[in-house]
Every structure is written in C-alpha cells, then in structure tokens.
C-alpha cells in the first residue's frame, strides 16, 4: 500500500476497511463513500485598495440522515476539494458517535487570512454566505470555526444570513462570539473534550494524571485548550507544543524540561497562532524544529494540527515511553502510520471522538439560541463532560468487546448510528 497524504483517499480508505469488517451492504457502502452534495463557487471582494479578487469557496454535504449537516468552515491556503470532502465525511462520523442528532458537512475557501484587513474578512464571509445561504440554515447545514476562521467572523455570517432571510436566525451558524448568540465554553470545548478523552483513556490503562507528561503539536485554539487542560484539570505536566512560524515559513517546537506554561505562551502569541521566538527564549525555552514534538520522552502525544502529519516515515520516531496517541486534529494519522499503531502498544483516540467536543458544544449552542435562553460556563462544561465520557466508553466497549483497533471501534459505532438513520427514513 502506498503512503496517502490525500485526507479524502485517507478517509475513504478508513471507511472501506470498517465497511469491510463490518460486510456493509454495497448499497449503503455507495452512499457513505461519498458526500451527497458538494458546491464549489467563487466569491468576489472588493479589497481595500478597491480592486476586486477573486476567492475559490467549497462547501460539502456528506451526510444528514441523522439531522443537519454540521461542520466548520477553513479559511487555509492550501486548501482543496478533496480536503473539504473529507473534513466532511469525518464530521458525519464525529456527530454520529458524539450521538448529537447532526449529520457531516464542511466548508473552505483557498486563502491565508493573515493577509487580510478585517473589512477584507468581513466582505469575504459575507460574500460566502451571499453564495450559499439557499443552502445552509438551522435545519440544513450549520457552518462553524475551523482553522483560519474565528467567533468575529461567525457572527458576520450570522448577520449576513439574517438579514437575507429577513429574521434574525443565530442557529445558522455556530462558534458565535459571547454576546454575540455564541455559547460560553465553545472557545474551550475541542481542547477540554480532547482532555476528558485522555483522562478516561488514562483510568483505562491505570495511569496517574499526575504523573503523567505531553507533547502536543500545534498552538491555535485547540492546542491552547489542550494544554491547558492537561495541566489544570489532570494536573499533568506538558513539555512542548509547536507553531508555525510565518516569517520563517517554518514550524518550530517549544520545549521545556520542567514544563510549558500556556497561559504565559499565550501571551506572547499573534492571532495566527506565531509565538515569537525571542520572547520565549528569554522565559527558558529551547526551540527546536517544529517535528520534534513526535519523538518526545513522554506519556502522552497530541497532534492538534492539521491533517497528515503521523505517517509510515514519522511514526517510527515516537518513543517507547508514550502510552497514548490523542488524535486533537482532523485526520493527523495516515493509514500506514495506523498499521504501526495498530501493531504497538500505543493506545490511540481517534479523532472525531477525540475532538468531538468542539461540534458537541455548537450543538448545545444551536439548542440555546433555539431556547432563547442561555446556560453558564459551568453547565455547559459539564454537559460536555458527561457526553465526552459517554462517547469514549461507547468506543472503548466496541473495542474491548470486538477486539477492534479504537479507530476502527469508533467507525463502527459511528456508521451503525448513520445506517439505522438511514434505513428509519426509508433511504436503504
Ligand atoms: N471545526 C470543528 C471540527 O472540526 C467544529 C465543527 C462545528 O462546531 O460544527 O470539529
């Protein structure tokens, strides 16, 4: 088999292998394979120096047997069809095995924002919504943050799509800012759920929190939360996270012995997520290439990336200390990469249970703006909790139970809650 970096070919390929133990009906394995609708557009805006450019813009309805599309929107220059499919394809599964009552859905436009004002950014995400709004909507497809996106940006697309559709309709969208229609906690959701995952994955395999460190990849939004959550809420230590540099073009890890402190990180942190370099330093920090994360002495690895970066070359430098793989990204370990896992001792939790905590908050913020009434930091936090640990025990029992690898337990979970929604609809 020949090593994939295609997310799409990687998700398709996830899916025929699960497809296969499972002996999945050829009929339902055709509708599953595949997105059931797909846009591909161009949005004009008019730049600030009056010229008008021109942006390539996706968006890809996987699936929504179970209820509407659901997923985020990308704003990354090198984004493309095939990576919008599959970010779709895997939002149907995550939903599915979050068991919130959502189908997959994904959105994209090929662009750095880094290189645009804000008015830019507004008229881009409004343009965006100028293209698709006859088909998205609070029972159709609900866009939400993604990498390159932010709550600011949601909340222009809100207003966009009220004002077309001539009522104020917050449930359109999600990952709104506070005030704004947004839910106290999405900002923490992915990376706190990524840490209730591990946490229960640690009780499974008998290890203390406390004793325990991490490498993470990545320092965008769930990145921090990651961090910060293995530090605050399991008392662990973490060692290093990475950025991408956009001076240098390059990605740089990190690194200190007696562990990191995001919140100081943070800081010094621009909004494109480039810590700069002399101020860290200066506090102790050993920066390093940005793929040295993956071959760290330490218990728990977490790439909160993008897509691609564990494959058949990489995973062979991770070190024998690490007990468990949590996936933060979308897609971070390719096919080949997972035939190595699936032969060690690396305990792994796949990404969309892993990071389901981001969607399963924009779904509790859909049902708030459908209250007209909002819930605290805490009550929310703690509804996710309870759903995060569901969802990992639902997974970790297929498992035990199938002696199935945890990424092929979590597709089977998944695509048995999609096919019963299919087959009550009278679809299959
Ligand atoms: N973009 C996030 C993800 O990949 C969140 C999606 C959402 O909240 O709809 O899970």
């Given at each position: 088999?020949?090593?994939?970096?295609?997310?799409?070919?990687?998700?398709?390929?996830?899916?025929?292998?699960?497809?296969?133990?499972?002996?999945?009906?050829?009929?339902?394995?055709?509708?599953?394979?595949?997105?059931?609708?797909?846009?591909?557009?161009?949005?004009?805006?008019?730049?600030?120096?009056?010229?008008?450019?021109?942006?390539?813009?996706?968006?890809?309805?996987?699936?929504?047997?179970?209820?509407?599309?659901?997923?985020?929107?990308?704003?990354?220059?090198?984004?493309?069809?095939?990576?919008?499919?599959?970010?779709?394809?895997?939002?149907?599964?995550?939903?599915?095995?979050?068991?919130?009552?959502?189908?997959?859905?994904?959105?994209?436009?090929?662009?750095?924002?880094?290189?645009?004002?804000?008015?830019?950014?507004?008229?881009?995400?409004?343009?965006?919504?100028?293209?698709?709004?006859?088909?998205?909507?609070?029972?159709?497809?609900?866009?939400?943050?993604?990498?390159?996106?932010?709550?600011?940006?949601?909340?222009?697309?809100?207003?966009?799509?009220?004002?077309?559709?001539?009522?104020?309709?917050?449930?359109?969208?999600?990952?709104?800012?506070?005030?704004?229609?947004?839910?106290?906690?999405?900002?923490?959701?992915?990376?706190?759920?990524?840490?209730?995952?591990?946490?229960?994955?640690?009780?499974?395999?008998?290890?203390?929190?406390?004793?325990?460190?991490?490498?993470i990849?990545?320092f965008?939004?769930?990145?921090?939360?990651?961090s910060?959550?293995?530090i605050?809420?399991?008392?662990?230590k973490v060692l290093c996270v990475?950025?991408?540099?956009?001076?240098?073009?390059?990605?740089?890890?990190f690194f200190k012995?007696d562990g990191i402190d995001p919140?100081f990180l943070?800081?010094?942190?621009?909004?494109?997520?480039?810590?700069?370099?002399?101020?860290a330093?200066?506090a102790?920090y050993?920066?390093?290439?940005?793929?040295?994360?993956?071959?760290?002495?330490?218990?728990?690895?977490?790439?909160?990336?993008?897509?691609?970066?564990?494959?058949?070359?990489?995973?062979?430098?991770?070190?024998?200390?690490?007990?468990?793989?949590?996936?933060?990204?979308?897609?971070?370990?390719?096919?080949?990469?997972?035939?190595?896992?699936?032969?060690?001792?690396?305990?792994?939790?796949?990404?969309?249970?892993?990071?389901?905590?981001?969607?399963?908050?924009?779904?509790?913020?859909?049902?708030?703006?459908?209250?007209?009434?909002?819930?605290?930091?805490?009550?929310?936090?703690?509804?996710?909790?309870?759903?995060?640990?569901?969802?990992?025990?639902?997974?970790?029992?297929?498992?035990?139970?199938?002696?199935?690898?945890?990424?092929?337990?979590?597709?089977?979970?998944?695509?048995?809650?999609?096919?019963?929604?299919?087959?009550?609809?009278?679809?299959?």
């Amino acid at each position: 088999m020949s090593e994939t970096t295609n997310a799409f070919e990687m998700a398709q390929r996830q899916f025929d292998h699960v497809a296969e133990l499972l002996n999945l009906d050829p009929q339902v394995r055709e509708i599953l394979r595949w997105p059931m609708r797909e846009f591909h557009f161009r949005i004009p805006v008019r730049m600030d120096d009056g010229t008008i450019r021109v942006f390539e813009g996706f968006r890809v309805q996987h699936n929504d047997a179970r209820g509407p599309n659901k997923g985020g929107l990308r704003f990354h220059p090198a984004e493309t069809f095939d990576t919008v499919r599959a970010l779709a394809t895997w939002m149907t599964w995550k939903c599915a095995v979050a068991d919130i009552p959502l189908g997959g859905g994904k959105g994209g436009v090929v662009v750095d924002p880094a290189t645009l004002s804000d008015g830019e950014k507004e008229r881009l995400v409004r343009g965006y919504v100028n293209v698709m709004w006859r088909n998205i909507g609070p029972r159709q497809d609900i866009p939400a943050p993604d990498v390159g996106t932010t709550p600011q940006m949601m909340g222009w697309m809100m207003d966009e799509y009220s004002r077309l559709v001539g009522q104020y309709t917050p449930g359109v969208i999600t990952g709104k800012p506070l005030g704004g229609g947004g839910s106290a906690g999405r900002t923490e959701a992915t990376g706190y759920g990524v840490i209730f995952n591990v946490r229960e994955a640690m009780k499974h395999l008998g290890l203390d929190p406390k004793q325990c460190t991490a490498a993470i990849q990545g320092f965008g939004n769930v990145a921090q939360f990651a961090s910060i959550g293995f530090i605050e809420i399991l008392g662990g230590k973490v060692l290093c996270v990475s950025c991408w540099d956009r001076e240098d073009r390059k990605s740089y890890t990190f690194f200190k012995a007696d562990g990191i402190d995001p919140h100081f990180l943070k800081s010094i942190t621009d909004q494109y997520g480039t810590i700069d370099k002399a101020k860290a330093r200066e506090a102790g920090y050993t920066i390093e290439d940005g793929d040295c994360w993956i071959e760290k002495d330490v218990d728990v690895l977490i790439p909160a990336a993008l897509e691609g970066q564990v494959t058949g070359e990489t995973v062979k430098r991770i070190s024998p200390k690490v007990k468990i793989l949590a996936e933060a990204a979308n897609g971070p370990t390719t096919p080949e990469a997972d035939e190595f896992l699936k032969n060690s001792s690396i305990f792994v939790i796949p990404d969309f249970l892993c990071n389901s905590g981001g969607v399963t908050v924009s779904y509790f913020e859909q049902v708030q703006n459908d209250m007209n009434f909002y819930w605290t930091k805490e009550e929310v936090l703690d509804k996710l909790d309870t759903k995060m640990t569901q969802a990992f025990h639902g997974v970790l029992d297929m498992s035990l139970e199938h002696k199935a690898y945890m990424r092929d337990a979590a597709y089977i979970v998944a695509i048995a809650r999609v096919v019963k929604a299919m087959q009550l609809r009278g679809w299959v």
